[in-house]
């Protein structure tokens, strides 16, 4: 396979599994930002901003956090690369490219997701509800992902898609767990309400009942998002089927590199160190720590999948 057809398959994955994560992700914090008493109503939209690491892109267009500005920003901005918009836009892109080496399903689905989504203007997001419209973006995702995994061969090209999935998803959660760990670092009077955004901006809720079902604290809650083996956004679980699929990528004929076995080792490697902690490792104390090893983790088998499937000049994409 070619290195630009490698590239834009991993980056369709990539892309999609951002919008869906972006989607949940702003819905939570929205609904967060009205529940919570803050005097300071510009800081409290300042955070849906600062959980997406945006701040320097937003500041250079905005000079205040009003809730209209924050929300067309992160939905609709054509000039945000990581909105809502610029997420369908980019994997439409990809796929435009593929488009003679995949189902025509996928191209129908996603292309109609993105023109129906250019139509949209700012004020619409008040007008629907921003709860409708949020759902709106799951459920285009999700039908797409439902396709993806319906119709295509388990080849090389599923298996790219899915590698940019699962290492995006993986990501995500620690985007998430750092925006939430900052959060009640600052405001320690509420770490449950935070909490409790940590785990409906992964769906997880109602699976960490499941198995915690008497226990709101930091500790478990970490445990769960972390290194839960079958929780489907949990890091272990993402990093888990990432080595999977990097092992398919070698099984499907590809020619195997020394890169390409160093990916699947260092996928390996940080799943099994999540593996072996306990729950004392999660005290929030000393989380920060672990995050930070785990942010490291995902950029360092970005990079080495860059360097040894994509063509260098192109390998930030993200």
């Known amino acids: 396979m070619l290195n630009r057809n490698a590239e834009a398959l991993f980056w369709i994955g990539r892309y999609m599994e951002r919008a869906e994560n972006h989607a949940r992700m702003i819905d939570v914090h929205y609904h967060l930002q009205h529940s919570l008493d803050l005097k300071d109503k510009e800081h409290k939209w300042a955070r849906i901003i600062r959980s997406l690491g945006a701040e320097d892109e937003y500041s250079r267009q905005f000079d205040q956090y009003s809730e209209l500005d924050v929300l067309s920003f992160v939905t609709l901005d054509r000039g945000y690369e990581n909105s809502l918009f610029s997420c369908i836009s980019k994997a439409r892109g990809n796929l435009k ?31 629907e509800t921003p709860n409708l419209f ?3 973006i799951r459920e285009k995702v999700e039908t797409f992902q439902g ?7 388990r080849e090389a090209e599923w298996h790219f898609i899915e590698s940019g999935r699962m290492l995006e998803r993986a990501e995500n959660t620690i985007r998430i767990l750092r925006s939430v760990v900052t959060a009640i670092n600052e405001d320690r009077a509420l770490p449950y309400t935070y909490l409790l955004a940590a785990l409906k901006s992964v769906g997880g809720y109602q699976a960490f009942r499941k198995f915690y079902a008497d226990s709101m604290a930091i500790e478990p809650i970490l445990e769960f998002l972390l290194t839960h083996t079958t929780f489907p956004r949990s890091f272990y679980y993402s990093f888990t089927k990432l080595e999977e699929h990097l092992q398919g990528i070698r099984q499907s004929g590809q020619p195997v590199s020394a890169g390409q076995e160093k990916a699947i080792r260092q996928a390996g490697k940080v799943r099994a160190e999540l593996g072996c902690m306990t729950r004392e490792d999660f005290a929030l104390e000393q989380i920060e720590l672990l995050i930070y090893f785990l942010t490291d983790a995902c950029m360092t088998l970005g990079k080495l999948m ?13």
Do not use: C
């Open 306 to 318: 860059a360097n040894t499937f994509f063509r260098m000049e192109e390998a930030s994409a993200s």
């Open 147 to 153: 396709i993806e995994h319906s119709v295509m061969l």
């Open 134 to 136: 949020f759902r709106y």
């Open 97 to 127: 490219t593929m488009r003679e080496a995949l189902p025509s399903e996928l191209w129908e689905t996603l292309n109609g997701f993105y023109l129906a989504l250019s139509e949209k203007k700012p004020g619409d997001l008040q007008m």
